[in-house]
Nanobody
């Protein structure tokens, strides 16, 4: 059972930056498509970005495109978040899908427990 652990959340002012990280201690993530989701206060969980296991294909939801960058290596996935807005506040979840290839579709077989990002002045 793959257990994902997120880190890097915190309190940041509007316009600031944070870098989230996700790992599965003891496991490699290189054969999984990976994704970041978030759930803001009173909102449904939404997909933020995903990345394929091969070739680095990425998809972003419109509201973060150009501000967020997802990356990965064999052990971790990262979400670099710049120009943060109050609407980006929420719990950010890492997810893994048992999909090895050049595409990603926000699929989820495994979830982390989330890390809280608060954007406030």
């Amino acid at each position: 059972q793959l257990q994902l652990v997120e880190s890097g959340g915190g309190l940041v002012q509007p316009g600031g930056s944070l870098r989230l990280s996700c790992a599965a201690p003891g496991y490699t993530l290189q054969y999984y498509a990976m994704a970041w989701f978030r759930q803001g206060p009173g909102k449904e969980r939404e997909g933020v970005s995903c990345m394929s296991s091969v070739g680095g294909t990425t998809n972003y939801t419109d509201s973060v495109r150009g501000r967020f960058t997802m990356s990965r290596d064999s052990a971790r996935v990262y979400l670099e978040m710049n120009s943060l807005e109050t609407e980006d506040t929420g719990v950010y979840y890492c997810a893994a899908e048992m999909r090895h290839g050049t595409s990603c579709h926000f699929g989820t077989n495994f979830w982390g427990k989330g890390t809280l990002v608060t954007v406030s002045s």
